[in-house]
């Protein structure tokens, strides 16, 4: 399903508009849906915490319909354990103790063809902020922290945090940005006393190498290995145009958002347990069925697991922070 430029751009103020009214989650652009059932015509998809209370939207938007869709997105990051001594995609890995995520894979740096890890910001944070695998010990103040499972130090990210210019909308100023990434050095995984680490640029459960990464389109079917939920599948259903970013602390008046997201729903015979996502797949990297072509970064969904996720542009990840998901380990 095609999807124009010029739809996505005129109705992303009137997406930050709704998206400011209580109860709302974000605005979409996609398949028409109706009890999870999908069709081949374009509407607007309003998400929203609980579909059986929601404030009084309207009927029609740019002339398409609009429709309702249960959706409480939340960033998906959760405790997890296991210590992998190959780093790869899909191994879960943790920035604190309560804040950890899904190492999507291991990437390459254009500017020096140095090996670095690729997450979520909102999993590993802020630049120079440490990250660890499998667990972040425990820094009580004034002690000096275990650094036997560090990683590496956060190197380069992109998220709303760094948007400077608002976009002013439903009485709120929105910072939006099209992606939640980051990259971490590697170096301490070598380093420091615990066991030396190797690096692969496969993923987990024989997921293989990524050959090439691919810009994402509405009826795309996907696949991702995260850290909590496993090897799961869905169907990209629509463009998320405006997702708060429920994540840091925006400046007074502000709120973060994501824009232009991809909105995948749960394929039954690729999730077994009924959840395409849970707290703790954050970072996952996503690919298109049926190949080792690079989509999406997920980063949301249903924190307890659930049947929708959104994903960033996998292409967009990799030209904000100068990385390539593909290369040699020769």
Known sequence: MEIPEELITALQVPALDLSALPGVNGVGLGMREENEEFFEELAVRVYVDDATDVPELPTQ???????????PVEPLFTPDNGPHDTLMGGIQIEQAPQNSGTLGA????????????????HVAGDTGLRVFQPTAPPSPIGSTPDLSASLGKVADFDSPMLQTIPTPAGGTLWLGRQMDAAIFDLDEAVTQGGDVREFSHEM???????AQTLAPT???FVRKRGSQSGPTGG?????ALAVPWSWGSPPSGHQYAMVNQFDIFYLPPDCPDGI???GGDSGSVVLQSGTN?????????VRAGGRRALMSDITMV???????????PA
């Open 61 to 71: 938007l740019a002339d398409l319909p609009v429709c309702i869709v249960e959706f």
């Open 106 to 121: 291991v990437v390459m740096r254009n500017d020096d063809n140095t090996l670095v890890g690729l997450t979520c910001h």
């Open 204 to 210: 987990a459960d024989g997921f293989g190498a990524v």
């Open 218 to 220: 509405v009826g795309m």
């Open 235 to 239: 169907l990209i259903v629509g463009v």
């Open 276 to 278: 395409i996502a849970r």
């Open 293 to 301: 072509n690079a989509v999406g970064l997920l980063w949301a969904g």
């Open 318 to 328: 990799e030209q904000r922070l100068n990385v390539t998901l593909v290369w040699d």
